[in-house]
């Protein structure tokens, strides 16, 4: 197969050219008109398949469900606005809750599924701080403990690529050493760390951190807390929900400009309301939440953010168009840059010979025309 447009993002510039595939993999980049060709996207812009490491669930599916089929839905629609990966995430919950998730993740993917790849699972909680908890249920919240999440590990089939914790309580970095030791990423995040005790959990393997600005200590000039980590230290990941709720415009162009290209993430923290009408309420990790009409989900007793509903195409509009970040950075932030974080950037992440043929295809307005998943038509 063999495709083509005046707009591919190749070694972050736009170039005229055809992409052939073979069995699911780029094999060739020719200049434009080069070969005939199956499908000529004309002026459409073709990018990297998106990449969203952090997200619940959407269409009346939740992780922590544990339900093959609305597992399976999730990935098989979720190709609709250009996402060619994720991990799907638990929230805290009960050790036989959290177990029954990453199993039925496991299980799925030994089975087989359409649409987009599972990379792996995001396990959010349950070692997360109380204070700092957000919509993450207090009761469940505990202490970081390497032989409970030994087991957690071997029911997901070694399937868990990322860990959001409190470093702060990992006494003596037992946990954080453990994931680091198995190629699992530490996220800082739900944590009130001061900022030297971030920079301590960094020196220990920490990689990254969890939607920055949300669920973690504050900036203050005298005491930069887990924000100012975040922007500090400029060679470690950050995720941060790309909605313009979470983070206002001006924030998320603060935070980007800061990381630069190369290390911010951009994640939808997406929750199983995603897709469903406004006003539905449903049980979030035993909370109940609710879908307001700018796309946010609200705790309906505190009103407290909760999550989101955000789409990854629409979050990349939202960077260029409004919070005015620049291309490169914002399309790195939903490609390469997750590969990257989970050490998939071999074969995910950019449009190069060798690669899988994850593309995405998106119209002026970013809505996506089509989407690829390694060759395959994905709708």
Known sequence: MIIQSKKVWVVNTWLEAQIEVEDGKITNIYPYGTKEVDEDY??????????????????????????????????????????????????????????????????????????????????????????????????????PDVEQFKRYYEASDHLIKIMTMACEHDEDFKLTKFCVDHGIVVSQGHSGATFEEARLAIANGAKSMTHVFNGMSKFQHREPGLVGAAMRFRDVFGEIIADGNHSTLDALNNYYTVKGPNYAVTITDSLMVKGLPVGTKVLFGGNEIELYPDGSAHLTETKGLAGSTLNVNKGLQILVEKALVPWQTAINSVTINPARLINVDDRKGTIQTGKDADLVVLNDDYSVEMTYTKGKKAF
């Open 42 to 143: 004309g002026e459409k812009r073709i990018v990297p398949g998106f990449i969203d490491v952090h997200t619940h669930g959407a269409y009346g599916f939740d992780t922590n469900d544990a339900e093959e089929e609305g597992l399976r839905t999730w990935l098989k629609n979720i190709v609709k606005e250009g996402v060619t990966g994720i991990l799907p995430t638990t929230i805290t919950q009960s050790e036989e809750v959290l177990t029954a998730a990453v199993s039925n993740v496991a299980k799925v993917v030994r089975e087989g599924y359409e649409g987009a790849e599972v990379l792996g699972i995001h396990f959010e909680g349950p070692y997360l701080d109380q204070v700092f908890k957000g919509a993450q249920p207090e009761q469940y919240c505990v202490k």
